[in-house]
């Protein structure tokens, strides 16, 4: 029954020439506009990577990091019991057994030797 709905609408839209002719038209103007879009993303993508290149080749940018002397200076975050204690707490039923001020002290305990 359902098929010989399909097929009747099928012939009527097949016979009528302004709906063809709209048809032509809503197709025509989804593959411009897919077009124009995939055009916008591979532009953009493009963009995107010639500025993080130039930034690299910034000389100002590249006597920053020859002289990273304030480095040296910082507490390193990432340490033996940082990384494991973050994991930890990764798991969903550790957070919600412990209060969340006791998971931040044990975070900051471990990451930052206070």
Known sequence: MKSFIFLESLKKFN???QLKHKRKIFIG???VGC???GALVVWGGIAALKTVSNIGTNPIVQEKISNLTEVQNM???VKVGCWST????MNLETLFE???AENYNNIKSACLNE
């Open 75 to 77: 507490s390193a975050l």
């Open 86 to 89: 973050v994991k930890s707490l």
């Open 15 to 17: 016979t009528n020439r």
């Open 98 to 100: 412990k209060p969340v």
């Open 29 to 31: 103007a989804g593959i």
């Open 35 to 37: 077009l124009m879009i």
